[in-house]
T-cell receptor
Framework: DAGVIQSPRHEVTEMGQEVTLRCKPISGHNSLFWYRQTMMRGLELLIY????????DSGMPEDRFSAKMPNASFSTLKIQPSEPRDSAVYFCASRRTVVGNEQFFGPGTRLTVL | GQQVMQIPQYQHVQEGEDFTTYCNSSTTLSNIQWYKQRPGGHPVFLIQ?????EVKKQKRLTFQFGEAKKNSSLHITATQTTDVGTYFC???????????FGKGTLLTVNP
């Protein structure tokens, strides 16, 4: 099993540019999570999908952030326009939808906005 | 929202010493999970505790869930350099999906 796949692994961009982060969950997992990790705020849940449907996006910082899951094997997190304060590591995680089941994290995308 | 406090924030030990991190919740929990993140890596699931007073062991790691299901601890006996990383507790309250992660305890081990 390849695990959760994220791309790119590193992204450096300039303020105002659009950034798209990609995630492929583990096959058979029907829950997908996007997290952001910073030193100051720790690991924060941004959005959660179940069966490709966004269930909870209360953690999305603002309208500049959007996430989609067009099918069971692909999700994107888009930031437009990006700002320096968006610099962080963004993790995607997936899980089989069983109560309390463990989440499997991808390797993360380290985003730097200059 | 659900509040979680994890202490200490940092812990530096000599190899062979023991280590404990504590996690406290403001509300009663359905279950609690523990994750480990190596430097530069991603969180990796260690264990889940569900029952009040539950104790689980994984080699040198001992996990406990409080009787009131509001707190938990992770204890490592005789630390090794391979134990280096940040240990997170993750709380599951009323919902069956949302995990609230603690800020983590960064463990460093001096060989």
């Amino acid at each position: 099993d390849a695990g959760v796949i994220q791309s790119p692994r590193h992204e450096v961009t300039e303020m105002g540019q659009e950034v798209t982060l990609r995630c492929k969950p583990i096959s058979g997992h029907n829950s997908l999570f996007w997290y952001r990790q910073t030193m100051m705020r720790g690991l924060e849940l941004l959005i959660y999908f179940n069966n490709n449907v966004p269930i909870d996006d209360s953690g999305m910082p603002e309208d500049r952030f959007s996430a989609k899951m067009p099918n069971a094997s692909f999700s994107t997190l888009k930031i437009q326009p990006s700002e320096p304060r968006d610099s962080a590591v963004y993790f995607c995680a997936s899980r089989r939808t069983v109560v309390g089941n463990e989440q499997f994290f991808g390797p993360g995308t380290r985003l730097t906005v200059l | 929202g659900q509040q979680v406090m994890q202490i200490p924030q940092y812990q530096h030990v000599q190899e062979g010493e023991d280590f404990t991190t504590y996690c406290n919740s403001s509300t009663t929990l359905s279950n609690i999970q523990w994750y480990k993140q190596r430097p530069g890596g991603h969180p990796v699931f260690l264990i889940q505790l569900v029952k009040s007073g539950e104790v689980k062991k994984q080699k040198r790691l001992t996990f406990q869930f409080g009787e009131a299901k509001k707190n938990s601890s992770l204890h490592i006996t005789a630390t090794q350099t391979t134990d280096v990383g940040t240990y997170f507790c993750a709380l599951s309250g009323g919902s069956n999906y949302k995990l609230t992660f603690g800020k983590g305890t960064l463990l460093t081990v001096n060989p």
